[in-house]
């Protein structure tokens, strides 16, 4: 009963609280998405080029952020950017003053460069399983560069990327619960500051858990969907 009275909305709950946390959460996890999907496509250009030292950016971008903690991601741009931000500013127009970004853009950057590095591995596996056949025949019968783009190869990249990009989806909706320590309130950070103020932490951590489990459940049934759309007419081997 006290676990109700707590959730409750209004002054005497922290139901609201709770809820504006997840409305912030979907609103982190849709832009580091954007921004993520963003970064990956010119990563994987640049990991699919025949040019040696284009290539090895993709890959020392990819390598270095999946290969080291999320967590260090995130504070290495919530700290860094700042000073890089004061360090322009400083030496092209001699401004001393300090320089705070949002923190909302600097946890949707961050969270972004993290699933951007794994949505270019699901971006170049999708491209390589494109049969080169089709690309040989298209330009068989005339078809530009452009036109293969758009025709042939969009079309079934997206469709193969689509369960990868799925569960990056998910990892990033689960990787906004690091962003806490930037000071966003999301549903990590509003659950330990109501567990704190109440003394209830079990109360608020399984609510936060739940609202992430409603999140992923809601979240799978729409991914599903898609690719049950994108897959209609292929023909099932």
């Known amino acids: 009963m006290d676990s109700f009275i ?16 997840a ?8 832009s580091a998405m954007a921004i993520g999907l963003l970064v990956s496509v010119f990563a994987t250009m640049s990991k699919l ?15 270095v952020v999946r290969g ?29 003053q300090y320089i705070e970004l949002p923190v909302f853009l600097i ?21 390589l399983a494109v049969p080169k056949g089709q690309i040989e025949a298209s330009k068989s019968v005339g ?13 079934q990249v997206m469709r193969y990327a689509l369960p990868g990009l799925g569960n990056v989806w998910q990892l990033t909706l689960k990787d906004t619960a690091l962003i806490m320590v930037t000071g966003l309130v999301e549903i990590m950070r509003q659950a330990h500051i109501a567990s704190g103020s109440t ?17 992923t459940t809601a979240s799978s049934r729409v991914l599903n969907s898609a690719e049950s759309w994108a897959n209609k007419g292929v023909r099932r081997a």
């Open 68 to 96: 080291i903690p999320e967590l260090l991601v995130i504070y290495l741009l919530y700290f860094g950017a700042n000073n890089a931000i004061m360090g322009v500013a400083k030496k092209l127009f001699g401004y001393n």
């Open 107 to 127: 946890a949707a950057i961050a969270v972004g460069i993290i699933s951007g590095a794994y949505s270019t591995e699901v971006l170049r596996g999708a491209f």
């Open 143 to 155: 078809m530009n560069k452009f036109l293969i783009f758009r025709r042939i190869l969009i079309p």
């Open 199 to 215: 003394y209830s932490p079990f109360t608020f951590y399984i609510t936060a858990a739940l609202l992430y489990l409603v999140l």
């Open 49 to 63: 080029s025949s040019n040696g030292f284009i290539r090895s950016i993709g890959n020392t971008y990819t390598t």
């Open 6 to 21: 707590l959730l409750r909305f209004g002054d005497t709950g922290w139901g609201d609280e709770m809820l504006r946390a």
């Open 23 to 30: 409305i912030v959460t979907i609103l982190v996890s849709l």
